[in-house]
């Protein structure tokens, strides 16, 4: 069971109310962060000042996804920030090695996401650079869109490949999560959830990130 995680995104909290909401998922592995931009993503959340207090009240550890141009520049900041892991968009960056090297230098934990439309293959060689990959299944930018079951080839390749290379990774999915969708993404090999309105949306947060957890480890293959 230790290796499924559950990971809130505060996409589907309530801004206003933040601290009480993160401390309604105190039973999640981490809290998912999405940085936006309006330039990467057509929507535009909040940026190191929100992501630092988030960083000083939350109850569980920040898992950043920036959705951001110019990764660069800005993600080693939110590792620096004391983030547990960073995650940038592969597409966005000029030398994703590189990048994942800085974050791990500073203490994070290096993520990789690519968007629905971009292929896995060129991340098979480099999969120990990177802690975690994260596998959209939606296009990114808003909560609350349906689960593209076309991810599903892509994340199942990526998953063997891990375990033929014998990779510790991390795979993700990002995007429609919830207690009907979650056996299929872990059947094809995720062992971390994004979800948002399936557990801020719930009456009980905690019962829904226990639902989840249980839901994705009756469908996950032993590794």
Known sequence: MSDIRINP??????????????????????????????????????????????????????????????AERWAPGYAELGAASVTFHLEAATDPIALARTLRGIGARAGVAIKPGTPAEGLYDVLDEFDQILVMTVEPGFGGQSFMTSAMPKLSALAAEARRRGSSVWLQVDGGIGESTIAQAAEAGADT????????????????????RNGAARHTHAH
Request: proline letters at 6%; aromatic letters at 8%; glycine letters at 4%.
């Open 9 to 70: 995104s505060i996409l589907s909290a309530d801004f206003v109310n933040m601290q009480a909401d993160l401390d309604r998922i105190a039973t999640a592995d981490f809290v998912h962060v999405d940085v936006m931009d309006n330039h990467f993503v057509p929507n535009l959340t909040f940026g190191p000042q929100m992501v630092q207090r988030i960083q000083e009240t939350s109850p569980v550890p920040l898992d950043v996804h920036l959705m951001i141009d110019d």
């Open 193 to 212: 959830f994004v979800a948002g309105s399936a557990v801020f949306g719930a009456d009980d947060p905690a019962r829904a990130i226990e639902a989840l």
